[in-house]
């Protein structure tokens, strides 16, 4: 009985088929359209499963591009291999020209309007 003796070593699982966290579904197809996903559409995206913190977010984004006249179309993202494809591990985030702006928070109308501002000049 030692106190301080190795631990013994148990093998370690094997990478699912794809070389992927989801299963496979990740081919070059698919992460090849994810890259292409991100420069179409709105400029601004909120990327998320669709839960109630990435619905409060994409409201708030919403509200903040309607009040100084900007459009306020708005991509929710709810594609894992296109989430991906921007690098986000932690949901949500809202995206402002192609740029993660913010991740893992929901920012109010006020923050999103500061984030515009600064991202747009």
Do not use: W
């Amino acid at each position: 009985m030692s106190l301080f003796g190795k631990k013994k070593e148990e093998p370690k699982e094997a990478a699912p088929a794809g070389g992927c966290c989801c299963g496979g579904a990740c081919d070059c197809g698919t992460m090849a359209k994810a890259e292409t996903a991100k420069t179409e559409g709105p400029a601004v995206k909120v990327l998320g499963s669709g839960c109630a913190k990435c619905n409060s977010l994409e409201a708030a984004a919403k509200e903040a591009l309607a009040e100084p006249g900007m459009d306020p179309a708005i991509d929710h993202v709810t594609d894992f291999a296109q989430i991906a494809a921007y690098g986000v591990m932690t949901t949500p985030a809202l995206v402002v020209d192609g740029k993660v702006v913010s991740f893992g928070k929901v920012l109010k109308k006020d923050e999103v309007k500061t984030i515009l501002q600064k991202v747009r000049g």
